[in-house]
Nanobody, 119 residues
Framework: QVQLVESGGGLVQAGGSLRLSCAAS????????MGWYRQAPGKQREFVAQ???????NYADSVKGRFTISRDNAKNTVYLQMNSLKPEDTAVYYC?????????????WGQGTQVTVSS
């Protein structure tokens, strides 16, 4: 079994910063793509950022230039540095990872961490 545990969410004023972390544990041979998604109240879950196994990154237009995704393969952890936060960034943030356990690949989600940006 694999578990993803997120941390780092909270309440911040507009213009502030937060850093989210997502640590994977369990039966892991390797982790391919790692990403972040978010879901605001009454809206569908949306893509935020992704980092591939090779380190290539991709961002939603709404967060480009403000958010930075990174990974520490030794710790099986993905990070999301969020700067210049806006009230519209308020959402539950979920990490998502494509994990190979040596036999098959599966897609895993974290439990979500709340980010609230006040105006």
């Amino acid at each position: 079994q694999v578990q993803l545990v997120e941390s780092g969410g909270g309440l911040v004023q507009a213009g502030g910063s937060l850093r989210l972390s997502c640590a994977a544990s369990g039966s892991i041979f390797s982790i391919n793509a790692m990403g972040w998604y978010r879901q605001a109240p009454g809206k569908q879950r949306e893509f935020v950022a992704q980092i591939t196994g090779g380190g290539s990154t991709n961002y939603a237009d709404s967060v480009k230039g403000r958010f930075t995704i990174s990974r520490d393969n030794a710790k099986n952890t993905v990070y999301l540095q969020m700067n210049s936060l806006k009230p519209e960034d308020t959402a539950v943030y979920y990490c998502n990872e494509d994990i190979w356990n040596g036999f098959f690949r599966s897609d895993y989600w974290g439990q979500g961490t709340q980010v609230t940006v006040s105006s």
